[in-house]
């Protein structure tokens, strides 16, 4: 913190302000992005443990822990935590984190908004949370919101849709920040050409962040005002139509699984040239296909309804659309690995991450082209292969990618090696016990169980219990995570400012751990060689 | 390598404990009894294949580099990472296998969407939670709600052991019985909240959404009892609506719809005095409105 | 931070909101756009428009016969019969075809319903035209009483030959206290 007294700038940053305050009032882009990833951290394990309720309940036959209603609860709050509380706001935090460094700014372009936008998210959270203790229970309908059954939910309601209003709100700030910051901030000589990866899937996400969000408001207020100020959007009584929520819903659902996601595809893409210590393949392909699956993700939203009974012409344009994401995200994979080819790997934690998330998210890839085609996709709607698919790509893949990138920059952000030997632990218990987890699930769809079931015929009873064990573990191997970054945090191996032997980037030419302002001066611009390294 | 051979040791402990507990292992989609269900099960393990191919062919490139390419066997990375002409390669060829998935997907959802020329009709309806049938142009309309053994054996502190109920959560009190061998059309509504109605064995399933109606088909080829359930959240008891269809030959099928409406004549008879006088009042209004 | 680029960050925060602005918009624009939509493909099978009823007067140029049947169906929290006096019948498209729906309510307390109407197949509904509806009125029932309710309907004679059954499918509803929408 030796920067922060020869800082000079007028930026109201909190560093003169000590204990819980400095924290409340910051404005400093590291310190709001270690509160996104604590934040993140928390919500990650309230949202894990309500995956372990789901899967002891899951566990055998018959109901034994829970109420069915109970259950619903679980599935619900498990999913929006774990989407809009957990992964969210992790990308975020690395943005905040990583995005000034790698562009060589000082600090992202709205410090305000900054803060603003993330304390937003413990508010939105607290009364989201606050639900489970209401009569009538926290909601049930699952977190599709799909109307009229969300319209049953109890007291919870306005507070479900509120809650979603503020994590929006905190999204689209984020996301206007961000892009605010890669379009302004740049240091001179950092062309958009230059940019690594993990910048361009931000700007990108950050697009598809201002583009989706508002809409998903805009329903979810529909749905406040059918409940209580007698509109009739969604009621067919009315004159409305129930689907129409779910087409609205979509619209925004699913950019929402690449705002998810593309972040991630940065990370690989910068984790893997360090290790491999060979410049990224297809550079700019990257960045096309970025692009291209973006755009693609704005007409392909009505594959999550394939089975509510649309035109043929329809069905056969949303199928054609969804497996035409097949080719960018094919091209994603396949330049990934021409990037390890004819490489000198070493396989340090962040690597073994970033190769268990092509892996696996390739894995959930093929199953996302087999539910792409809509006949078969009458059979795999709403069943455990539909759980399986966008587990291996939200688990294997976007977390395993903020484990990654944890691991990548950990060094980075405390100043002190982690236990490699520990997070080796977490990597293997993890990937092991995640497949255990969720690829019996694929069995478990196919077989015929539906999703969002508290009980299950007994001809599941097998696959479900393995499921479970491997829920258990993986849940168990997170705690493995925490340790790892408080033992990081309190000491260790001091790193250098290049930390891996291959690191290249901006972000590397700071100390480790970097000064309070990251670039107070601009980088020298020959010192920028481009994003592909 | 003791890390190694610890997580063989482990990953082996998980695959046993639970094969010695039981033994069923159901991997695959049904085939199923409808020229549709055959038609999409091959599709799927067309599609299987195809991606099963791919991924032997990218993740076999990946290993090999792993074991290859790696610093500690001496590798020395080089430095190219543009390729016009492999970039090209990878970006049609997936495209054309694309359209080999397309094409024959194109063709079964024709088939599927094809309605026409049914022989007879069901309409079914979801309700919190329990299905309604409708034979339309017959006199047979009754619910069909989840069986009593399995609603006991579901309840929380149950007694009833799961594994000693006959078809847990997959058994109802009234089957839907249907015809081999005819073209029938589904209409699906529900009259509460979206519920969709899956019965694996005919390859389908289809929303039942309050309001509207859908229409589907199944030509049911061998005769049996074919099992299914709700397959979108509807609530609390979401779990619990099963599906039950009996298809059995034509002429069975006629003989019970007959025992069916005679049935519904009996209980009209038997029934109290009220429900009595509705129907008649009901059956006597439709006589005058029709002009009989 | 200097001065070009706090005016350049301004400016970006001003596009990005009224983007958001607008895409907010979007979203509730989707209602209007899914009607049309839905008027245009017959998606859900929608046809809430009653039509004037000289689109009879269209030319007859067949003599086929088209086969509509009618089904009924009840929302849970309503305890109403309600079913058609007819399930199928026969007609001529072009021709003005009456059908007569009876409901009863069952509870011994007056209950306000209203029908909602659907058109199957989906892709028919646009050439399913009423011309007089009980449907989207309010259909007040005190306790035990009976109501005839006709249908009026053209078949447009522009319907695909290949359709030769459509599925006319009302449920009734409890009538919400809303804004009507249409």
């Known amino acids: 913190m030796s920067e922060v007294a020869t800082h000079h700038h007028d930026d109201h940053h909190g560093a003169h302000a000590t204990g819980i305050m400095r924290w409340l009032t910051t404005t400093n882009h590291k310190d709001i992005g270690t509160l996104y990833l604590l934040f993140s951290l928390v919500m990650f394990f309230i949202g894990g443990t309500m995956a372990m309720i789901i899967r002891l309940e899951l566990f055998q036959p018959g109901l034994q822990f829970v109420d069915p209603q109970f259950y619903n609860s679980m599935v619900t709050m498990h999913a929006l935590i774990m989407i809009f509380g957990a992964v969210m706001p992790a990308w975020t935090g690395f943005a905040n984190w990583m995005i000034p460094m790698m562009i060589g700014a000082p600090d992202m372009a709205l ?61 689209i700030a984020g996301a206007i920040n961000v892009v605010a910051t890669v379009f302004n901030m740049r240091a001179p000589g950092m062309t958009l050409m230059k940019l690594p990866l993990f910048v361009w899937t931000w700007i990108i996400t950050g697009f598809l962040l201002i583009a989706s969000i508002p809409v998903l408001a805009g329903a979810v207020t529909m ?63 990257m960045v096309y296909a970025t692009g291209a699956i973006a755009f693609l993700s704005f007409i392909v939203w009505a594959h999550h309804m394939f089975t509510v009974g649309m035109p043929l012409a329809g069905e056969l344009f949303f199928m054609y659309t969804t497996v035409l994401i097949a080719v960018p995200t094919g091209v994603k994979v396949f330049n990934w690995v021409a990037t390890m080819w004819q490489s000198s790997m070493t396989f340090e934690t962040p690597m073994l991450f970033a190769l268990g998330f092509v892996i696996l998210f390739t894995i959930g890839g093929f199953s996302g082209l087999m539910l792409g085609v809509t006949p078969v996709d009458f059979q795999y709607h709403d069943t455990y292969f539909v759980v399986a698919h966008f587990h291996y790509v939200l688990v294997t893949g976007a977390v395993f990618a903020l484990m990654a990138g944890a691991y990548f920059w950990m060094p980075k952000w405390t100043g002190h090696m982690y ?68 033992k990081c945090i309190r000491g260790g191996e001091k790193a250098t400012d290049e930390v891996w032997e291959g690191a290249q980037g901006l972000e590397w030419t700071l100390s480790s751990p970097p000064p309070y302002h990251s670039f107070t001066e601009a980088p020298d611009p020959e010192s920028i060689t481009g994003g592909h390294r | 390598m003791n890390l190694l051979s610890k997580n063989i040791f482990i990953s082996l402990i998980l695959a046993l404990i639970p094969a010695a507990c039981f033994a069923d292992w159901e991997l695959n989609l049904p085939r199923g009894v409808t020229p549709f269900s055959q038609d999409i099960y091959d599709l799927h393990m067309y599609v299987l294949w195809i991606v099963c191919a791919i991924g032997v062919v990218v993740f076999g490139a990946m290993f090999y580099s792993i074991f290859v390419h790696r610093k500690s066997r001496g590798a020395k ?67 069909s709600t989840i069986h009593k053994d399995s609603n ?86 979401h779990g619990f609506m099963p599906i039950v269809v009996e298809a059995v030959p034509e002429a069975d099928y006629l003989a019970w719809i007959a025992k069916k409406t005679e049935e519904k004549a009996l209980v009209i008879n038997d029934s109290k005095a009220l429900d009595q006088m509705n129907s008649i009042v009901l059956t006597e209004a439709k006589k005058i409105n029709s002009g009989e | 931070m200097n001065a070009s680029q706090k005016k350049a960050n301004s400016k970006t925060v001003r596009f990005l909101l009224f983007a958001t602005v607008l895409m907010f918009g979007f979203g509730y624009s989707l209602v209007p756009l899914y009607d049309v939509f839905c008027e245009i493909t017959g998606l859900n099978g929608k046809t809430g428009r009653i039509v004037s009823a000289d689109v009879g007067s269209k030319e007859l140029y067949d003599d086929r016969l088209v086969e509509v049947e009618f089904v009924t169906s009840v929302s849970a929290d309503l305890p109403w019969d309600f079913e058609p006096t007819v399930e199928k019948m026969l007609v001529r498209p072009g021709v003005e075809t009456r059908a007569d729906f009876i409901v009863k309510n069952n509870a011994n307390y007056t209950l306000v319903g209203n029908a909602v109407p659907s058109v199957a197949p989906n892709a028919a509904a646009k050439f399913f035209n009423k011309t007089e509806c009980f449907c989207f009125t309010k259909q007040s029932l005190e306790p035990d009483q009976i109501l005839t309710m006709p249908v009026l309907f053209v078949v447009d004679p522009d319907l695909p030959q290949e359709v030769k059954l459509l599925t006319l499918g009302y449920t009734f509803f409890e009538a919400l206290d809303v804004a009507s929408v249409d």
């Open chain 2, 152 to 237: 006991i054996a579901r309840q929380r502190g149950a007694e009833l052991d799961p594994f000693d109920v006959d078809h847990y959560l997959r058994d109802v009190d009234n089957y839907l019985v249907v015809p081999t061998n005819k073209k029938i059309r589904f209409l699906t509504t529900a009259g509460d909240v979206i519920h969709a109605w899956w019965v694996p064995a005919l390859g389908w399933k289809r929303d039942a959404i309050p309001g509207f109606i859908n229409e589907s088909w199944a030509l049911i080829q061998e005769p049996g009892v074919y099992r299914g359930q709700c397959a979108e959240l509807c609530g609390k008891d």
């Open chain 1, 223 to 285: 749905l406040l005002t059918d409940k209580f100020f007698g509109t009739a959007f969604f009621s067919a009584a009315g004159g409305g139509d129930p689907v129409m929520f779910q087409h609205i819903f979509w619209f925004f659902g699913h950019p929402e699984v690449y705002i998810l996601i593309l972040p991630a595809f940065g990370i690989v893409s910068a984790i893997i040239p360090t290790f491999a210590r060979k410049p990224l393949f297809g550079y700019s392909s």
């Open chain 1, 419 to 486: 236990n490699e030997t520990l997070a080796k632990w977490h990597f293997w218990l993890s990937v092991i016990s995640v497949n255990v987890l969720f690829f019996p699930q694929h069995f478990l769809g196919l077989a015929g169980m539906p999703r969002r079931i508290p009980d299950y015929a007994v001809q599941f009873a097998d696959f479900n219990m393995v499921s479970s064990i491997g829920g258990l573990g993986y849940g168990i191997s997170q705690i493995l995570f925490v340790i790892i970054v408080v």
């Open chain 2, 77 to 143: 990375a080089a430095n190219w990472h543009h390729s016009t002409k492999v970039e090209v390669l990878w970006t049609v060829i997936p495209f054309a296998i694309l359209i080999a998935v397309a094409v024959p997907a194109t063709k079964s959802l024709i088939m599927m969407e094809d309605v026409s020329n049914a022989d007879m009709t069901i309409k079914v309806t979801g309700y919190q939670w329990k299905w309604h049938y409708d034979y339309i142009g017959e006199d047979v309309s009754f619910y």
């Open chain 1, 111 to 171: 410090p305000r908004l900054n803060n603003w936008s993330f304390w937003i998210l413990p508010f939105a959270f607290t009364m989201l949370l606050s639900t489970l203790f209401m009569p009538g229970g926290a909601p049930a309908g699952g977190w599709t919101m799909y109307p009229p059954l969300v319209l049953q939910t109890g007291d919870a309601f306005p507070f479900l849709i509120f809650a979603v209003h503020f994590m929006g709100a905190s999204s």
